[in-house]
């Protein structure tokens, strides 16, 4: 069965590659004026004695830049620059950072590795890296200090040394191994996943906050926000977009994402970037 799908798949991106050939779909868009904007999303996460330094650890989020011929250039310049106006003390990324050719994440990376930082950069694969060649999706990324989190963690510098980021590989596309993402890690742990269903493979591991994807928030939606196709995944109806509580003192964020996938544009699901602030609970 997976075999089958895989080589479906293979054939559906051959005939995407030659039919959005030169990158029309996203120049098009582009020309006749479809929104471009970046919506900013804030949220406040209160964490039970906190491990870091007074004030709060400043999380800058982003997903599914979809680098390539779906995703107006000028939509990700927008977000790159909303990203360096938080002024976060750390980035994390949530994957689908191209789509059909692994090469495009080479500029992409550029562009993201001028984003400030100062307690890291960290990255996840979506289905789409993997699809076009997560070896070589890495490797730009690495290449400009965006360290990728496939099935490992990491703890932050001080003064956050006693909380880590855990990242997971996809769900759909990948070979996800929570046991070995979470090992070793801290006790209070930012879990950073591309999509929902990435909760399936975590199941009842203890985290503050998981950030990721994936569903676009649907792409094209109603005005309620309800989407008119959802993203491949067990949880991406459930979790489409927004802030939800996971059960056991865990939050889950799910992003709009910044660019689109197949078609250059979005209705009713504006393209978004995440801010979070980890805090310590006040008495």
Request: contains cysteine.
């Given at each position: 069965m997976k075999t089958r799908f895989n080589d479906k798949r293979w054939l559906w991106r051959s005939i995407e590659r030659v039919a959005t050939a030169g990158g029309w779909p996203a120049l098009a868009a582009a020309r006749l004026g479809f929104p471009t904007d970046i919506v900013l999303e804030h949220h406040d996460i209160?964490?039970?004695?906190?491990?870091?330094?007074?004030?709060?650890?400043?999380?800058?989020?982003?997903?599914?830049?979809?680098?390539?011929?779906?995703?107006?250039?000028?939509?990700?310049?927008?977000?790159?620059?909303?990203?360096?106006?938080?002024?976060?003390?750390?980035?994390?990324?949530?994957?689908?950072?191209?789509?059909?050719?692994?090469?495009?994440?080479?500029?992409?990376?550029?562009q993201v590795a001028e984003i400030p930082a100062p307690l890291g950069k960290y990255a996840v694969l979506g289905n789409h890296d993997h699809w076009s060649g997560a070896g070589d999706v890495t490797r730009h990324l690495e290449d400009q200090g965006i360290h990728v989190l496939t099935n490992r963690n990491v703890r932050l510098p001080e003064p956050f040394d006693r909380i880590s980021v855990c990242g997971i590989d996809d769900h759909t596309a990948g070979d996800p191994d929570a046991e070995m993402a979470f090992a070793g890690s801290a006790a209070t742990?930012?879990?950073?996943?591309?999509?929902?269903?990435?909760?399936?493979?975590?199941?009842?591991?203890?985290?503050?906050?998981?950030?990721?994807?994936?569903?676009?928030?649907?792409?094209?939606?109603?005005?309620?926000?309800?989407?008119?196709?959802?993203?491949?995944?067990?949880?991406?109806?459930?979790?489409?977009?927004?802030?939800?509580?996971?059960?056991?003192?865990?939050?889950?964020?799910?992003?709009?994402?910044?660019?689109?996938?197949?078609?250059?544009?979005?209705?009713?699901?504006?393209?978004?970037?995440?801010?979070?602030?980890?805090?310590?609970?006040?008495?």
């Amino acid at each position: 069965m997976k075999t089958r799908f895989n080589d479906k798949r293979w054939l559906w991106r051959s005939i995407e590659r030659v039919a959005t050939a030169g990158g029309w779909p996203a120049l098009a868009a582009a020309r006749l004026g479809f929104p471009t904007d970046i919506v900013l999303e804030h949220h406040d996460i209160e964490v039970p004695a906190f491990p870091g330094a007074q004030g709060a650890l400043r999380i800058a989020f982003a997903s599914d830049f979809h680098a390539g011929p779906s995703t107006p250039p000028v939509v990700i310049e927008r977000a790159v620059q909303r990203l360096g106006e938080l002024e976060a003390d750390v980035l994390l990324l949530g994957g689908d950072f191209v789509c059909q050719r692994s090469e495009y994440a080479r500029d992409l990376a550029r562009q993201v590795a001028e984003i400030p930082a100062p307690l890291g950069k960290y990255a996840v694969l979506g289905n789409h890296d993997h699809w076009s060649g997560a070896g070589d999706v890495t490797r730009h990324l690495e290449d400009q200090g965006i360290h990728v989190l496939t099935n490992r963690n990491v703890r932050l510098p001080e003064p956050f040394d006693r909380i880590s980021v855990c990242g997971i590989d996809d769900h759909t596309a990948g070979d996800p191994d929570a046991e070995m993402a979470f090992a070793g890690s801290a006790a209070t742990r930012i879990l950073l996943m591309h999509a929902p269903s990435n909760l399936l493979d975590v199941g009842d591991r203890g985290f503050v906050v998981a950030l990721c994807g994936h569903t676009h928030g649907g792409q094209i939606a109603r005005r309620d926000g309800r989407p008119l196709k959802v993203a491949q995944g067990a949880l991406s109806r459930r979790y489409n977009w927004g802030r939800f509580d996971v059960g056991h003192g865990r939050t889950l964020i799910v992003s709009r994402g910044i660019g689109c996938s197949t078609f250059p544009v979005r209705f009713n699901a504006p393209p978004a970037v995440i801010r979070v602030h980890l805090r310590g609970r006040h008495p």
